[in-house]
């Protein structure tokens, strides 16, 4: 006799909600997974109250309200706004890239003032492999025609 319809190895984002969705349908599934714990890199511990992300931190971003409102039938979500910084030649910026970055970098004050200035850039800027994350960026805006 079948014990089960389906073996899922790895109990993290994929294999939870693949389980998950497979037992709605009437179907039985056996979980595994090496790890010691579910979640996979998500997991987090709580120490002294605080739920400490053991694989790196992660934030749950999405666009689309279906999943929004999927995810959030099984878990709390904090309302956290990740605003990075970058600093570069002891100057403090925005991440990702916006006007009030573009103003602190050339004190171009409007979006095509931003974009004349970014091509000017990227045609002086003649880089063949890029060999830091400042060329990276610059020959990403030239193929991606930003
Ligand atoms: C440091 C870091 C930060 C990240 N930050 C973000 C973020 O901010 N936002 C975001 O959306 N995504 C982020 N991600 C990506 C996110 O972690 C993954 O997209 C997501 O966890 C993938 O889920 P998964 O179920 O496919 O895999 P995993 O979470 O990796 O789960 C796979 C599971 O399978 C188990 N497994 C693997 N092989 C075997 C085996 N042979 N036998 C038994 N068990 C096995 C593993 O132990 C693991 O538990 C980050 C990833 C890392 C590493």
Not at 25 to 38: F, M, S, W
Not at 51 to 77: C, L, M, P, Q, R
Not at 102 to 107: S, T
Request: proline share 3%.
């Amino acid at each position: 006799m079948k014990k089960y319809d389906y073996l899922i190895v790895g109990a993290g984002l994929y294999g939870a909600i693949f389980a998950h969705e497979a037992k709605k349908r009437g179907k039985k599934c056996l979980v595994i997974d090496k790890r010691p714990h579910i979640a996979g890199n998500i997991y987090t511990e709580n120490i002294e109250g605080i739920n400490v992300h053991k694989y790196g931190a992660h934030i749950f971003h999405t666009s689309n309200k279906e999943v929004w409102e999927y995810i959030n039938k099984f878990a709390d979500f904090n309302n956290y706004i990740n605003s990075p910084v970058a600093i570069y030649k002891n100057e403090l910026y925005n991440m990702p890239f916006n006007m009030n970055t573009f103003n602190k970098l050339w004190g171009v004050k409007t979006p095509k003032e931003a974009k004349e200035k970014i091509e000017e850039e990227r045609k002086n800027a003649q880089i063949g492999e890029p060999k830091n994350v400042e060329e990276q960026a610059i020959s990403l805006v030239r193929k991606n025609n930003i």
